[in-house]
């Protein structure tokens, strides 16, 4: 699956997951959660704030993985310092979760 980023246009590549264990016992682990709109609904997406590096997301019954910084192939290096890599932890982002691969998605984007 693929969450495309309306306002930066960007893709990035949700991967199906198991939901994560958010267990109020202590694991050394901080949860917490930013909303996004996904498809016009508003989803919670969790995020481990101590160790993590993946946003976890339920839509449609299934649950979701995607890191929280990531570009389209074609940024460079200086692209992503300029502010190109977008930061999927901050809220209110407008998504669209699509099928198929980030390759197949690109083409569209243009």
């Known amino acids: 699956m693929v969450l495309f980023d309306i306002k930066?246009?960007?893709y990035y590549e949700a991967i199906n997951s198991a939901r994560?264990?958010?267990?109020?016992?202590?694991?050394?682990?901080?949860w917490g959660y930013v909303w996004k709109t996904v498809n016009g609904e508003r989803v919670k997406f969790w995020i481990d704030f101590r160790r993590?590096?993946?946003l976890y997301?339920?839509?449609g019954r299934k649950w979701y993985r995607v890191k929280y910084?990531?570009?389209n192939?074609?940024?460079?290096?200086?692209?992503?310092?300029?502010?190109?890599?977008?930061?999927?932890?901050v809220d209110g982002h407008q998504l669209l979760l699509l099928k198929g691969r980030v390759h197949s998605q690109t083409a569209h984007a243009m």
């Open 20 to 30: 994560p264990k958010m267990a109020p016992i202590r694991q050394d682990r901080a």
């Open 57 to 59: 997301f339920e839509y």
């Open 73 to 89: 192939r074609r940024k460079s290096g200086e692209d992503i310092l300029n502010g190109a890599m977008i930061d999927l932890t």
């Open 52 to 54: 993590g590096q993946y």
């Open 8 to 10: 930066h246009r960007l």
């Open 69 to 71: 910084l990531q570009a």
